[in-house]
Nanobody
Framework: QVQLVESGGGLVQPGGSLRLSCVAS????????MGWYRQIPGKQRELVAR???????RYADSVKGRFTISRDNAKNTLYLQMRSLKPEDTAVYYC???????????WGPGTQVIVSS
């Protein structure tokens, strides 16, 4: 059974940094293309960072140059380093596979990020 547990969110001032973590279990993490998504209430979930293996990454334009996705396959853990945070980054952040698209039942609880002064 797929289990994803995100952590590391919180309240941060604009310009600040946070590092999110996601511990995965129930599937072969090391060979799974993983990503970070975020969702603002009332809006569709958005894929903001993608990781193919350990070497290839892609980012949404809205976070490019500020967010860095990484992974530790030995720990089955996905990370998202977020810098220069903006109020518009406020959202609940989730990790999940992106290729193929995740099942509706595989989502974890997410971690809330609030960027506010």
């Amino acid at each position: 059974q797929v289990q994803l547990v995100e952590s590391g969110g919180g309240l941060v001032q604009p310009g600040g940094s946070l590092r999110l973590s996601c511990v995965a279990s129930g599937f072969i993490f090391s060979t799974t293309n993983m990503g970070w998504y975020r969702q603002i209430p009332g809006k569709q979930r958005e894929l903001v960072a993608r990781s193919w293996g350990t070497a290839i990454t892609r980012y949404a334009d809205s976070v490019k140059g500020r967010f860095t996705i990484s992974r530790d396959n030995a720990k089955n853990t996905l990370y998202l380093q977020m810098r220069s945070l903006k109020p518009e980054d406020t959202a609940v952040y989730y990790c999940n596979r992106f290729d193929p698209p995740p099942s509706s039942s595989s989502w974890g609880p997410g971690t809330q990020v609030i960027v506010s002064s």
